[in-house]
């Protein structure tokens, strides 16, 4: 079976926002708009976003790191959103794995926003219903698309290549390849809700060198330190 | 989370139908029992189920406007009863009016007064109409209310809420509430069962009283599963969120957080306490001891707004994992 999923890398991600934007633009015209924003240019904006960029500081000063943490619908493969739907709107594709909801069923009683852990589902304003990533699913299906642009908006977007967009069932694939060898993980594993999606931690290149391995004791160019003494037998006194 | 006056009022509503429901048929089973005088059919049992039907009817509104919009209580609610199966929701779906159509039915039976015996059980115990319609609306009602507490019960991550607790707190406030309803319509319609239901009213709250206790002992010692390090998948015990995404909020802002202050908590917690619990009991042992016919309305009235503010605590008092996320504006 198809796990469709994306694979976030932190260790690139630089916090620049155009997933987020790339996200709105593409789904509020597309199979899941409108995304309505109320009061867009007032005091107090709000609307409905899938996709958002967090960020944390990690450790203490100064010894601190800042991670920028790209946040959307990690399609579960156990979606704890599903099963607790009252009409059947929402679903999780048998073909691709992608969990939607079906607009026209949800009755927007928010019981589905609640079973996610992850607060990942948003109740639209203007058509009262839930509304949540869809993977760009109109998107990645439509084959009048060439392949290089059946993918997420969000991942085309993305300047620094932090998000994959893959099968992470299929061993071969980039996501899949990405996860195993550079330690992918999942959200929130306490849950055993079994999240698509997966995250690639930030990484650092260190070479380990000791100090002995950096100045040699007995350095015959050394000036500040006299040569150790000979004392005792050398090897030049052993005779064959 | 956010407490939505909705759901208090729908959960307050027909947890007091059903308990005095429960007591209607409690008192008649008595009286079959000869432990009570018999009462009234309409005056009582007829007129008892309208009003259990009008709670019923009051928690039904009160669900509507639970919708994303009222029309799709027309359009669309129809599909709440098909995913049983799985969702607590649907179930209650179902239980609702099911449970409904079974008090309008006792009420309708003990209103035209069908109530002759079909049959006789052993020579000494005559069953009529309304004791089958009785005792199969007893037991809608316990599954009632186990599907409205497992709502909440089931959601594994709301560690508040999932606890058997959470079900028998429902269980005992529908009849700690429905016991002392009916006590007040007794009193009112001048039927001296005033001291019947009072004492199984007090009974219920008292049992009330200890289940709650028990579960605001667990919540405050709870050990929340999820943290920031498990949040983020960063192993690391100092993370601290610079930036939400946003400053104007979101639905997550909104829905999951009740944005009062601690004190404010606290208040609504004595409150409650005070309200559902010793209020009553004192107002029911009065109105023993007086005879009178107000004492056991204000008892009803007192225990409900405790109720309210019991139900909105309890939606307060949870805190639902997502918030980690939803730290700091920036």
């Known amino acids: 079976m198809t796990q469709l999923a994306l694979v976030?890398?932190?260790?690139?991600?630089?916090?620049?926002?155009?997933?987020?934007?790339?996200?709105?633009?593409?789904?509020?015209?597309?199979?899941?708009?409108?995304?309505?924003?109320?009061?867009?240019?007032?005091?107090?904006?709000?609307?409905?976003?899938?996709?958002?960029?967090?960020?944390?500081?990690?450790?203490?000063?100064?010894?601190?790191?800042?991670?920028?943490?790209?946040?959307?619908?990690?399609?579960?493969?156990?979606?704890?959103?599903?099963?607790?739907c009252p009409t059947g709107a929402s679903y999780k594709r048998e073909d691709n794995g992608v969990v939607l909801v079906d607009y026209d069923k949800c009755i927007g009683c928010k019981y589905c926003s609640w079973a996610c852990p992850y607060g990942v589902r948003e109740l639209d304003e203007m058509q009262k219903v839930m509304k949540k990533c869809t993977l760009c699913i109109d998107r990645i299906t439509d084959q009048t698309k060439p392949e290089s642009e059946r993918k997420p908006a969000c991942?085309?977007?993305?300047?620094?290549?932090?998000?994959?967009?893959?099968?992470?069932?299929?061993?071969?694939?980039?996501?899949?390849?990405?996860?195993?060898?550079?330690?992918?993980?999942?959200?929130?594993?306490?849950?055993?809700?079994?999240?698509?999606?997966?995250?690639?931690?930030r990484r650092k290149t260190r070479i380990q060198i000791f100090e002995d391995e950096l100045e040699r004791a007995d350095n015959p160019l050394d000036k500040e330190h006299p040569l150790p003494a000979a004392s005792g037998d050398t090897l030049d006194d052993v005779s064959f | 989370m956010h407490p939505a006056f909705s759901v208090i009022f729908l959960t307050t509503l027909i947890g007091a139908g059903q308990g005095m429901f429960m007591a209607?048929?409690?008192?008649?089973?008595?009286?079959?029992?000869?432990?009570?005088?018999?009462?009234?059919?309409?005056?009582?049992?007829?007129?008892?189920?309208?009003?259990?039907?009008?709670?019923?009817g009051g928690g039904l509104v009160a669900a509507v406007f639970h919708l994303g919009k009222p029309s799709y209580f027309f359009t669309r609610a129809w599909r709440g009863v098909t995913q049983?199966?799985?969702?607590?929701?649907?179930?209650?779906?179902?239980?609702?009016?099911?449970?409904?159509?079974?008090?309008?039915?006792?009420?309708l039976v003990h209103y035209l007064g069908w109530t002759g015996p079909l049959f006789v059980i052993?020579?000494?115990?005559?069953?009529?109409?309304?004791?089958?319609?009785?005792?199969?609306?007893?037991?809608?009602?316990?599954?009632?209310?186990?599907?409205?507490?497992?709502?909440?019960?089931?959601?594994?991550?709301?560690?508040?809420?999932?606890?058997?607790?959470?079900?028998?707190?429902?269980?005992?406030?529908?009849?700690?509430?429905?016991?002392?309803?009916?006590?007040?319509?007794?009193?009112?319609?001048?039927?001296?069962?005033?001291?019947?239901?009072?004492?199984?009213?007090?009974?219920?709250?008292?049992?009330?009283?200890?289940?709650r206790g028990f579960s605001m002992l667990r919540n405050s010692r709870i050990k929340h599963k999820s943290d920031m390090r498990s949040a983020l998948g960063i192993r690391h015990p100092k993370i601290t969120q610079c930036s939400m995404g946003f400053m104007g909020g979101s639905f997550n802002t909104r829905e999951y957080f009740h944005g009062k202050s601690p004190a404010t908590l606290e208040a609504v917690r004595l409150f409650?306490?005070?309200?559902?619990?010793?209020?009553?009991?004192?107002?029911?042992?009065?109105?023993?001891?007086?005879?009178?016919?107000?004492?056991?309305?204000?008892?009803?009235?007192?225990?409900?707004?405790?109720?309210?503010?019991?139900?909105?605590?309890?939606?307060?008092?949870?805190?639902?994992?997502?918030?980690?996320y939803y730290q700091t504006v920036g």
């Not at chain 1, 450790?59 to 156990?78: A, D, I, M, R, W």
């Not at chain 1, 980039?174 to 931690?201: C, D, F, K």
């Not at chain 2, 029992?33 to 189920?49: I, P």
């Open chain 2, 272 to 324: 409650f306490l005070i309200c559902v619990f010793a209020l009553p009991v004192a107002l029911l042992a009065a109105s023993n001891a007086m005879q009178s016919e107000y004492l056991p309305i204000l008892a009803f009235v007192v225990q409900y707004l405790g109720l309210l503010a019991e139900r909105w605590y309890f939606f307060a008092e949870a805190k639902h994992p997502q918030n980690l």
């Open chain 2, 122 to 211: 052993k020579g000494v115990i005559p069953v009529d109409a309304s004791l089958i319609i009785g005792t199969l609306g007893v037991i809608m009602a316990v599954v009632l209310y186990v599907c409205t507490a497992m709502i909440y019960a089931s959601l594994r991550f709301l560690q508040e809420w999932h606890s058997p607790l959470t079900v028998a707190n429902f269980i005992f406030f529908g009849l700690a509430s429905g016991f002392t309803l009916t006590a007040a319509f007794s009193a009112w319609s001048g039927v001296g069962l005033v001291g019947f239901y009072g004492t199984w009213a007090v009974v219920f709250t008292i049992v009330a009283a200890i289940t």
């Open chain 2, 24 to 56: 209607l048929v409690t008192g008649q089973v008595y009286s079959m029992a000869n432990l009570l005088e018999a009462q009234d059919n309409v005056r009582f049992y007829a007129m008892g189920s309208l009003m259990a039907l009008v709670l019923l």
């Open chain 2, 84 to 107: 049983w199966r799985t969702s607590w929701l649907s179930r209650e779906l179902i239980a609702l009016p099911a449970f409904m159509l079974a008090v309008f039915l006792y009420g």
């Open chain 1, 8 to 84: 976030i890398d932190l260790n690139v991600c630089v916090g620049c926002h155009a997933c987020v934007t790339s996200c709105k633009e593409w789904n509020t015209s597309g199979w899941a708009g409108p995304m309505v924003d109320q009061r867009p240019y007032d005091a107090d904006p709000t609307g409905t976003f899938f996709n958002r960029v967090q960020t944390f500081e990690v450790g203490e000063y100064p010894n601190t790191e800042t991670v920028h943490f790209p946040k959307s619908c990690l399609h579960c493969e156990e979606p704890p959103c599903v099963p607790v």
């Open chain 1, 155 to 201: 991942v085309l977007a993305c300047p620094t290549s932090a998000r994959l967009f893959g099968d992470v069932h299929d061993p071969d694939s980039e996501a899949s390849v990405a996860i195993r060898e550079r330690g992918g993980y999942q959200l929130m594993p306490e849950w055993g809700t079994n999240p698509a999606n997966h995250y690639l931690p």
